[in-house]
């Protein structure tokens, strides 16, 4: 998969995507990223991309020329699947957008900042926004950052173990069971005897029971 990501801020993507699991989808070449400078778009010598919103008010807006410019260069390289825009107002962010994103083949993350873009590259380039919960952030980096994240794991073999990612909260809209590893006692706090006993069928039916009580307890709107 290829994810472009463009941004005012590329340096917050270096860890990112140095770390980790999304480290180790680019080790086996199953992620491909490109962090984009939006700056070199500016259509000006200081660099700048932003000005005054129409009609006044508070906040500097993201102009359309650079970030068009910039998405019509690469367009010229990649067929997107998807150009997302990380916005507060944008759909929430669930399992199931991941997953659908994770079936494609090129994304374009396009980061917000200051007051959001120039209404026109939202009715014209973008074709999906995405908000990771109802929260601003200062900008859409971190959000970018959670889309690659959650999307790049469910890439077949980029975990280890291939049953992994499917046993995650929320992938059958129940939240996970509790997990405990070694020691199985702790100063009296012991792992439950059904998790030592060795049989897998009763296990699996104790780890089902835990998933919605816990969803129950937790996030019963999950429950339908
Ligand atoms: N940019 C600012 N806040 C955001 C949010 N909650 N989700 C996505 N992008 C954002």
Redesign the pocket.
Known sequence: MIIDIITLFPSIFDEIFATSILKRAKDKDLLSTNIINLRNYATNNYGSVDDYAYGGGAGMVMQVEPIANCLNEWKQKRNYDEVIY???D?KK?TQAVSNELSLHKSICIL??HYKGIDERIRQHLITRE???????????E???AVIADSVVRLLPGVLSDETSALSDSFQDGLISPPVYTRPADFNGWRVPDILLSGNQKAIDEWRMEQSLIRTKERRPELIH
């Not at 995405?130 to 859409?140: E, F, M, P, Q, R």
């Open positions: 990380t916005a507060p944008g962010l980061c917000g995405i908000s990771i919960g109802d929260y601003v952030l200062s900008g859409g971190l959000a970018a």
